[in-house]
T-cell receptor, first 115, second 111 residues
Framework: AQSVTQLGSHVSVSEGALVLLRCNYS??????LFWYVQYPNQGLQLLLK??????LVKGINGFEAEFKKSETSFHLTKPSAHMSDAAEYFC?????????????FGGGTRLMVKP | DGGITQSPKYLFRKEGQNVTLSCEQN?????MYWYRQDPGQGLRLIYY???????QKGDIAEGYSVSREKKESFPLTVTSAQKNPTAFYLC??????????FGDGTRLSIL
């Protein structure tokens, strides 16, 4: 069975500060990992994905994430927060057999950006 | 542009009533999914379908039903047996090993 834990349901940063959203996963097989972003009353938009190539993955809007097998982590970072980054972020895991098809989601982290 | 269309955006249900949420995609994706989203609980899988005329229960299928008569369409019915239907419902689709693509959701409330 797979599971995802996102530490911190709410994270608040100042505009221009580093964004760090934490994600730890549990999987019995090497996983595929994803970060999605959700703006209010909208669906989920893919930010980035890890599928066993480079461990440092770059996504849209300046976000990146690093896969660390020893720590079973896939934390999302951005060097400098913008007001437009305020949204909810979801980490998700899928086993390699199903690639991106069957996802298990974390509980989400709401990012607030202060001016 | 290709995408997933969910309708309506807002829906109200009376006690004892069944309601159907629409999900249509023009991405030519084989697989489609329905999720329920509640605050602080992430997304939970209700039903999924990997091929026309076939679908499987997800983690929280009780009180819901689906059909997959066409590749493009995967409607979800919230039945009167679902005692706590108030939530945000998201439909998604995927093909092969590609990540799931999501619609903009339907918010269901009880009158």
């Amino acid at each position: 069975a797979q599971s995802v834990t996102q530490l911190g349901s709410h994270v608040s940063v100042s505009e221009g500060a580093l964004v760090l959203l934490r994600c730890n996963y549990s999987s019995s097989v090497p996983p595929y990992l994803f970060w999605y972003v959700q703006y209010p009353n909208q669906g989920l938009q893919l930010l980035l994905k890890y599928t066993s190539a480079a461990t440092l993955v770059k996504g849209i809007n300046g976000f990146e994430a690093e896969f660390k097998k020893s720590e079973t982590s896939f934390h999302l970072t951005k060097p400098s927060a913008h007001m437009s980054d305020a949204a909810e972020y979801f980490c998700a895991v899928s086993d390699r057999g199903n690639a991106g098809n069957m996802l298990t989601f974390g509980g989400g982290t709401r990012l607030m950006v202060k001016p | 542009d290709g995408g997933i269309t969910q309708s309506p955006k807002y829906l109200f249900r009376k006690e004892g009533q069944n309601v159907t949420l629409s999900c249509e995609q023009n991405l030519n994706h084989d697989a489609m999914y329905w999720y329920r989203q509640d605050p602080g609980q992430g997304l939970r899988l209700i039903y999924y379908s990997q091929i026309v005329n076939d679908f499987q229960k997800g983690d929280i299928a009780e009180g819901y039903s689906v059909s997959r008569e066409k590749k493009e369409s995967f409607p979800l019915t919230v039945t009167s047996a679902q005692k706590n239907p108030t939530a945000f419902y998201l439909c998604a689709s995927s093909i092969g090993g590609q990540p799931q693509h999501f619609g903009d959701g339907t918010r269901l409330s009880i009158l």
